[in-house]
C-alpha cells in the first residue's frame, strides 16, 4: 500500500520531539534573562522595606488612631475629626504651642547666630588650638539629655544652686526661683538649648566656611573690600543652602523637644514649660487617651511642614537648579 509524503513525514524523528513535553525552564535562566531589569529593585528593597515596616505603618496606625478614642486596651471607638477640634479648643495644648514657638524661636534667632559666629571664629586664621576648641563646643551633643537636665537642676537650684551662689557673691542678689517661676524657668529651657545645641550647629557652619573658595576673598581683598563686605557679599550667599538646612533641622528638633523640660520641672510650674511633645506624652501614657495623643502629635507635623515650606521658599532653595 503506498505511503503518503505526510504520513511518512509524520512517523519520523519530527513526530517523536512534537510528542515529548516540552522541558521547563530553569530558576537560573530566566533570572539570567531578568537580571538586568530586577537586579535594582532587589538592591533597594531592604530600604523599602524597613521604610514600609517601621515608618509607613506607624504613621498610617497612629493617622487611624487619632481618628478614635482609645485606652490601649478594649476595642478603638470611632470620632471622627472631632479629636481634632477638642485638641485645637484645649488650653493646655495652646500652651505648649506657645512654649514650643518661644523654644523654635530662640533655636532660630539665638542659636543660629551664635553658632555662625563660633564658626566665623574657627575658620579664622588668627585663631589657635581649633581642634581643641572644636571639641570643647561639641561636647554638650554627646552628653545624655538626662545627665545634662540633671546637671541644670543642680546649677539653677535655688538655695543651693551654683548660679544663685555666684549672683549673691558678686552682686548681692538675692536668690531667684529658676525652676519655680514660670519666666526664669522657661528661660533656662532656652539657656539649655543653646549651651547644648550652639556647638552642633556650628559644625554644618564651619563645613559650609571651608567650602567657600579662598580666591574669591583675595580678589575682593585686592578690589578694596573690607571685612563687613566680605561677609555680607561673599560669606552669606554662599552660605545660604547651609543656612536653609540649619534653619529646618533646628525648627524640627526644637519642636520635637522633650527631655530637658520633662526631666527639669515636668512641664512646670504649672504648664510654662510644657512642650506639645511632653503634651503628647502626658495625654499617651499618663492619661491614657491615645487617640488624643496622636491628634496633638499629627497638628505638630503639620505645623512643622508648613513653616518648613515657607523657610525652603523664603531661601530660595531649588531655584538655583529650575534657572
Known amino acids: 500500500m503506498a505511503v503518503s509524503v505526510d504520513e511518512r513525514a509524520g512517523t519520523g524523528r519530527g513526530a517523536d520531539r512534537a510528542l515529548v513535553p516540552p522541558r521547563p525552564r530553569s530558576l537560573g535562566a530566566w533570572w539570567r534573562r531578568h537580571e538586568r531589569r530586577l537586579a535594582p529593585y532587589l538592591f533597594v528593597a531592604p530600604f523599602f522595606v524597613l521604610f514600609a515596616v517601621f515608618m509607613a505603618y506607624p504613621v498610617a496606625n497612629a493617622l487611624w488612631l487619632s481618628l478614635h478614642e ?77 545627665v545634662i537636665a540633671l546637671m541644670f537642676t543642680i546649677i539653677f537650684d535655688q538655695e543651693f544652686g551654683l548660679m544663685n551662689a555666684g549672683l549673691r557673691g558678686l552682686l548681692g542678689i538675692r536668690p ?22 550652639t556647638g552642633y550647629i556650628m559644625i554644618y557652619f564651619l563645613a559650609g ?20 563686605r566680605l561677609f555680607w557679599n561673599i560669606t552669606l550667599p554662599l552660605l545660604r543652602p547651609v543656612t536653609a538646612f540649619v534653619a529646618v533641622v533646628v525648627l524640627i528638633g526644637a519642636s520635637q523637644i522633650f527631655e530637658e523640660p520633662y526631666i527639669l520641672t515636668n512641664g512646670g510650674p504649672g504648664e510654662a514649660t510644657l512642650s506639645i511633645a511632653n503634651y503628647v506624652q502626658r495625654e499617651g501614657f499618663e492619661r491614657l487617651n491615645f487617640g488624643y495623643a496622636a491628634t496633638a502629635s499629627f497638628i505638630l507635623f503639620a505645623f512643622v511642614f508648613l513653616v518648613t515650606q515657607v523657610q525652603i521658599r523664603f531661601f530660595g532653595i531649588g531655584r538655583e537648579q529650575e534657572g
Open 70 to 146: 482609645w485606652t490601649g486596651l478594649g476595642a478603638m471607638e470611632w470620632v471622627g475629626w472631632d479629636n481634632y477640634g477638642e485638641v485645637l479648643r484645649d488650653a493646655s495644648f495652646h500652651h505648649a504651642a506657645a512654649n514650643t514657638a518661644w523654644y523654635a524661636a530662640a533655636s532660630l534667632f539665638v542659636i543660629c547666630p551664635l553658632a555662625l559666629l563660633l564658626a566665623l571664629a574657627l575658620n579664622s586664621r588668627r585663631v589657635a588650638a581649633k581642634d581643641l576648641l572644636r571639641t570643647g563646643y561639641f561636647i554638650p551633643v554627646v552628653l545624655s539629655p538626662v
Open 176 to 197: 531667684i526661683n529658676w525652676l519655680g517661676s514660670p519666666e526664669w524657668a522657661r528661660l533656662v529651657i532656652i539657656i539649655i538649648l543653646v549651651w547644648r545645641w
Open 209 to 228: 566656611l571651608q567650602n567657600i573658595p579662598r580666591e574669591l576673598y583675595e580678589a575682593a581683598q585686592l578690589d578694596g573690600a573690607g571685612s563687613w
